[in-house]
């Protein structure tokens, strides 16, 4: 492994002001399990790494208070998946942190090292998008508040600015009736990434909000008021037009080892509408 300096802050002035200091050659460590495989074969090699668990704001954290939920950047899948608030108010949430990889690998990674990789296959992602969460990035000048959407750019990318890390998840507790689901396909269940990881959301007025991943590079939100989807009266030939519209966004890699871009779009087809069948079926239950 190549040589790097170790910074161990225990504020978050002390770890943006460090961020600051030194750029891209300053890397985060979280939970490890995306950044120590990259520093072990050597597709990430920064001069300095900066350790972020000793950081007070940052320790482990879900709280609600003032309509929404609030998921500190320390807090690790195993907690996400277990947790009462995310179960009660996002539970597709706890549904794409739950099958994140191995019991191990739960226990360490984080929901902020989840999209700060910027993977498009990272699977908390969907759920987020759905549930239109912010980023809150702490940095030289101060809090900024990122929608999730405005967040991913392409694998690896995000829009934080130079100095800038995330300090926690917001999610909004939904004002009206709504139900999501989270789904995904993968090859090897804890080894592998998902080949498609999508979740769809459906509310009280039949709005629809879809978002997917792994079939692009950034995952990718789109939302249909017509509540065509979630009428089930509607004729399956409106239905199946508003779907395609809604798969538009999808340009998987022919690239890619894990699966074909053939596979890709008919499996996103298949989950699409699996997911928005249990979203629908969750909402009645909600009634
Ligand atoms: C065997 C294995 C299986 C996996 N399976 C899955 C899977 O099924 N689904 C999936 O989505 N992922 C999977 N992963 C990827 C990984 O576990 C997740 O992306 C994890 O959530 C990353 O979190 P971390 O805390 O370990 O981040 P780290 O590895 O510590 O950091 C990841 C990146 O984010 C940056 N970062 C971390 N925290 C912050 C912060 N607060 N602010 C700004 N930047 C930050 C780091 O600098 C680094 O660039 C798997 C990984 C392994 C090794």
């Given at each position: 492994?190549?040589?790097?300096?170790?910074?161990?802050?225990?504020?978050?002035?002390?770890?943006?002001?460090?961020?600051?200091?030194?750029?891209?050659?300053?890397?985060?460590?979280?939970?490890?399990?995306?950044?120590?495989?990259?520093?072990?074969?050597?597709?990430?090699?920064?001069a300095?790494v900066?350790?972020?668990?000793?950081i007070?704001?940052?320790?482990?954290?879900?709280?609600?208070?003032?309509?929404?939920?609030?998921i500190?950047?320390?807090t690790?899948?195993?907690?996400?998946?277990?947790?009462?608030?995310?179960?009660?108010?996002?539970?597709?949430?706890?549904?794409?942190?739950?099958?994140?990889?191995?019991?191990?690998?739960?226990?360490?990674a984080?929901?902020a090292?989840?999209?700060?990789?910027?993977?498009p296959?990272?699977?908390?992602?969907?759920?987020?998008?759905?549930?239109?969460?912010?980023?809150?990035?702490?940095?030289?000048?101060g809090?900024?508040?990122?929608?999730?959407?405005?967040?991913?750019?392409?694998?690896?990318?995000?829009?934080?600015?130079?100095?800038e890390?995330?300090?926690?998840?917001?999610?909004?507790?939904?004002?009206?009736?709504?139900?999501?689901?989270?789904?995904?396909?993968?090859?090897?269940?804890?080894?592998?990434?998902?080949?498609?990881?999508?979740?769809?959301?459906?509310?009280?007025?039949?709005?629809?909000?879809?978002?997917y991943g792994?079939?692009?590079?950034?995952?990718?939100?789109?939302?249909d008021?017509?509540?065509?989807?979630?009428?089930?009266?509607?004729?399956?030939?409106?239905?199946?037009?508003?779907?395609?519209?809604m798969?538009?966004?999808?340009?998987?890699?022919?690239?890619?080892?894990?699966?074909?871009?053939?596979?890709?779009?008919?499996?996103?087809?298949?989950?699409?509408?699996?997911?928005?069948a249990?979203?629908?079926?969750?909402?009645?239950?909600?009634?």
């Amino acid at each position: 492994m190549h040589t790097f300096a170790y910074a161990r802050p225990t504020t978050l002035a002390e770890a943006v002001a460090l961020l600051d200091a030194h750029g891209p050659d300053a890397r985060l460590l979280a939970g490890g399990t995306d950044l120590i495989i990259r520093l072990r074969d050597g597709t990430v090699a920064p001069a300095l790494v900066v350790d972020l668990k000793r950081i007070a704001e940052l320790h482990p954290a879900i709280r609600e208070a003032d309509g929404q939920v609030t998921i500190s950047a320390g807090t690790v899948m195993t907690d996400i998946a277990a947790d009462p608030l995310v179960a009660r108010h996002f539970p597709a949430l706890a549904e794409a942190a739950a099958v994140v990889g191995s019991v191990q690998i739960r226990n360490r990674a984080t929901l902020a090292g989840n999209i700060c990789n910027a993977s498009p296959a990272a699977d908390t992602a969907p759920s987020l998008l759905v549930y239109a969460a912010h980023v809150v990035a702490e940095g030289p000048t101060g809090t900024r508040r990122i929608p999730v959407d405005g967040f991913f750019v392409s694998s690896g990318v995000t829009t934080l600015a130079r100095g800038e890390l995330v300090r926690a998840i917001e999610l909004p507790i939904p004002a009206r009736r709504q139900a999501a689901a989270h789904l995904r396909r993968t090859r090897r269940r804890g080894h592998d990434l998902a080949s498609v990881t999508l979740c769809c959301g459906v509310d009280e007025t039949g709005a629809t909000r879809l978002a997917y991943g792994s079939v692009g590079p950034r995952p990718v939100l789109v939302v249909d008021d017509s509540g065509v989807l979630a009428d089930p009266g509607a004729p399956d030939d409106a239905k199946a037009a508003v779907f395609e519209r809604m798969f538009a966004g999808a340009s998987p890699s022919p690239r890619s080892m894990r699966a074909s871009p053939a596979y890709r779009l008919a499996m996103l087809r298949v989950l699409g509408q699996r997911a928005l069948a249990t979203a629908i079926d969750r909402l009645a239950a909600r009634a």
